[in-house]
């Protein structure tokens, strides 16, 4: 939250003008006056009753001009500062509210500052339409106020999001009591076009002075509270909590790096090796990226594919990885083939067919070498485009795999809708094969299926020889796990790829 000074008010160098003006005027009359022989005093007397008149006159239209203009300007700076919508003060001006609050020091009364963000309002806009939306910001923003009684404890930070000060006797029972009587106020429903719409919240709130005594540090504190609610889901508001919330902020941090890791080539791919079950040969790579980080080390996919998924980035850095892996594996004297992973954020943001398409021709890789893999999560809501891309992507001669199968959608319908060419078991279940009926259970059943929907099958995650066992005689198609070999960077570990063709499993 940035903080701008106060503005002063503009001197009124004309008004002191025109008022010595007048004294001047007065004095002078009354000279004239002294001055004058008796007998024309009258004469004189009208003069400068006049010339006193005039002076009035001036004064009055000067006031009322300079007091309109006064007015003007005071709308502007209530402009400036006010949010238009709710007329409730803007991120400027609650800054320089939090600020006062705090206080010098002397003024240590406890307060919870809190700011809170409309669920899924992209969602409430497109469903009520603007002009309702609007009206339920307005409706937010009156009831916080209401609640707040003086209105400047209170503001609209940007679109849907807000913020409050709630003052409390520095007790957690007191403070727990406000904040039941705000909530209870901010989650009756909102009538919108004589519609009544629910909406839930996520909030942040940090406490001064138990969080931090300064007021942008305090924002900050909640700010980041905030996130770690919107990270968790939607409904949920969280008090600032140092060690959890430092995580997030490590998050942001890497979050506002990608851009320049990309640009200066800190992205790197490692290959994870997959067997044929029948042959016991490898049979390709599965392509792995890695953040090279000049100051974390190697950094997981895991922990910064989902941000890139929020910040957009994923998009050239999923370019970046195809055209890297299809130029790696075009090199490879071998002709083993490249499983490259895809993100279901890039197929609503560009054209994958087109991009596949392009990643061929421009790297001479042959169409039946590359194999993109998709997750079930793609396939909630999916739209005819999406659709579409993929079923172009298989036109080219590239196969589609489903991977981390049985993790996260929950309806099968998709299997029959679209036809897979593989469809890859996820580590969950193959981990514990060999201790666990269910597991069993559930692999026998998905091997059944896949078979009948004529797809290839890959056992994700073999890490024991017992379990490679057992998925082996399940009939399994296609093995990779750490067993037979960890991902790793083939630029300094040649192998296979490289050679000719050599067994790796036992037949
Ligand atoms: P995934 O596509 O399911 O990749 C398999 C992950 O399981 C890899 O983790 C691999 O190192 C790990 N793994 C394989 N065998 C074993 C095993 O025997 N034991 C254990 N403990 N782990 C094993 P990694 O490389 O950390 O990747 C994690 C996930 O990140 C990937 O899961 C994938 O969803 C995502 N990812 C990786 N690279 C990319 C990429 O280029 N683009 C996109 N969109 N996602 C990627
Ligand atoms: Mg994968
Ligand atoms: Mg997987």
Known sequence: MSVLPAKKGRPKKQLYALSGLMAGNFCYALFIFWLTPEDSQLTTFIQMALIALTSALAFMVFYRYNKREMEMKKVVEDLSANDKLTGLPNRAKFSQVLHDQIGTGANHNPFALMLLDIDRFKELNTILGYKAADKLLLEFGARLTNYCQNKNNCARLSGNEFAVIVPYDGSGPDLETQMHRLFASLYKPYICDDKAVDITMSGGIALFPDDDLAANQLAKDAELALLRAKAQGHNTIFCYEETADEKIHEFQLLSHDMDRALREGEFKLFFQPQFSFDSGDQIGFEALI?????????????????????????????????????????????????????????????????????????????????????????????????????????????????????????????????????????????????????????????????????????????????????????????AQGFLLGKPRDIREVPGIEMDAPQKALTA
């Open 290 to 478: 890695r953040w090279e980080h000049p100051e974390k080390g190697l950094v997981s996919p895991a922990d910064f594919i989902p941000l890139a998924e929020k910040n957009g980035m994923i998009v050239p850095i999923s370019e970046f990885v195809l055209m890297e892996a299809c130029k790696t594996a075009a090199t490879w004297v071998n002709p083993l083939r490249v499983g490259v992973n895809l993100s279901p954020v890039q197929f609503q943001q560009i054209d994958v067919a087109e991009l596949t398409e392009r990643a061929l021709r421009e790297t001479g890789l042959a169409p039946d070498r590359l194999e993109l893999e998709v997750t079930e999560s793609l396939f909630i809501n999916i739209s005819d485009g999406t659709a579409d891309m993929l079923r172009r992507i298989q036109i080219l001669g590239v196969s589609i795999a489903l991977d981390d199968f049985g993790t996260g959608y929950s309806s099968l319908n998709y299997l029959n809708n679209f036809p897979f060419n593989k469809l890859k078991i996820d580590r969950s279940f193959v981990k514990d094969l060999a201790f666990d009926n269910g597991a069993m259970a559930i692999i026998s059943a998905v091997i059944g299926m896949a078979k009948s929907l004529e797809m290839r099958i890959t056992a994700e995650g073999i890490d024991n020889p017992e379990v490679m066992e057992i998925l082996k005689i399940a009939g399994c198609h296609e």
